[in-house]
């Protein structure tokens, strides 16, 4: 074993990395240095076959040539990947001591910096280093996925969905940033708030019940999914009045044969990069498939049933299945919708009966919601005080704590190292 590595920190997995660059002994200097804690494969330092050899191997970081006679190529890939993969930690690699190089890398926004005429001991501590960073940011930063399930339609899924989206957005209008006002063209756009993926059937009633139309569907998303950015997200989806985003099926189902599960489910992982919270319908959705896919994405998953035999038979029939392949549920939640004291039925008598926590209860309003439905509205925008929407209050207030800025832990963190960095290399920055 190579003793300059036994201190890497325990996180720190084996894993591959590109190196994009021409020069043979520079990629076996690195390869050298990485050792047996990850594959180093070289590239071309071409925007098309890094994208064809990120998308093959899924690299946990890139490394680019910024030497002399390479910076000034290297620093047009940084703007490329940055644009087509953002989540994806790039490195340089250039001389400490050739301060122009090293500038070039600091200003095209690379993640770190690794000295190819340094010690090859620095290496692995500089990944592991930037990979905690990049771990504890991304734990900030990352939105939510709620799923919602129901085993068949008509148990109130997209009701809940609906109502949850809009008050969770409410939630965080105070904080919002106007939509009409400018953001400088140095600054990212904000994060929205809350997104609804309408994918329960019948199909496209959360649209209906937000009173809202979309011609820009879940498929659309799965097929942009490379194109996706806050400012396509802002023009392309529809908004409620709330704040709340919608992201529907398409209005013809035929299309959504179309995309893979596996595709599908990569639109929902890319969204929480956008949205602090994902309300995802599942509500009648019958492809398990899929289901046991987004549920293994999820942060929180609800499972709605009401207290009707013919509900409770066809929830325990899907959870069967989930459980069959391979899907723990225990930190799913019951929440049972509809709730009648008169029923004999208890609601910790349901949940045991499926095998899952009790978690929300909310009251029978058939009433009242069906009389705000037809006037367009959710309830919460017609009567606050509603048993219905205080259940569903109570509901958001445990997600949605006050919270803190995103990343500026990290944001800190990364400016003091470039800041020593550059102290280093020219006297005089601080």
Known sequence: MNARHDHRPADFGEGTYLFATENGSRITWLSDAIGHYGAVVPALPSAAVLEERITLLQPQAVFLDFSADAAERSAALVQALRRDWPQLPVLAAGVVSDAASTLAALRAGVNDFVDLAGSPDAVVPTLAALMERRTGQKAVERGRALVVLGARAGLGVTTFATHLAAMLAEQFAPAAQPRDRAQPASQPAPRQAVALLDLGLPARDGLLYLNLQSEFSFVDGVVNLRRLDPTLLQTALAHHGSGAAVLPLPASLAQVREISHAESVSLIRRLVDFFDYQVVDLGGFGTVDFIAQTVKEADRVWVVCDQGIGSIVS????????????????????????????VSLAPRDIASRLGLALGPVLPARHTALLAAANRGALLSQTARSDPYVQALQAIVRTLAPQRRPAGATTAATAADRWSSLMHQITGKWK
């Open 315 to 342: 929830t325990a029939a899907q959870l069967k299945e989930l459980r069959e392949r391979g899907v723990d549920t225990s930190a799913f939640a019951l929440l049972v919708n509809r709730y009648d004291a008169q």
